[in-house]
């Protein structure tokens, strides 16, 4: 077993998107987190592998983003499901945290 201590990557830069890898090497999944300073846009991308992803938002508001320019609320608590095929994305209003998971790892 692991505990992730999320209160240890509660960094930010301005204008940017940070990134910490939470587990790496695992043949099962991955897990990151991303941190959006206000007004930051995590693009729009895909992957063309099979497999799922979610998108769990834990702290601040934005929206989820896809194809389209299709767009869903996101706030803390929520969690975006999604094919690792299908357009995602997240863009902030305000600071905002989000843990990423995908399986299998990319």
Known sequence: MKVLDLNTTREFTEGAMKRFFLVEDSEFFKI????????????????????ELSIQVIEGEGVFIG?????????TGNILISQIREPHGVRATTDMRIVVTIAPPI
């Open 32 to 51: 990151i987190n991303f941190n959006l300073k206000a007004g930051v846009t995590f693009p729009v991308h895909s992957h063309d592998l099979d497999g």
């Open 67 to 75: 194809a389209n320019d299709a767009e869903l609320p996101a706030k």
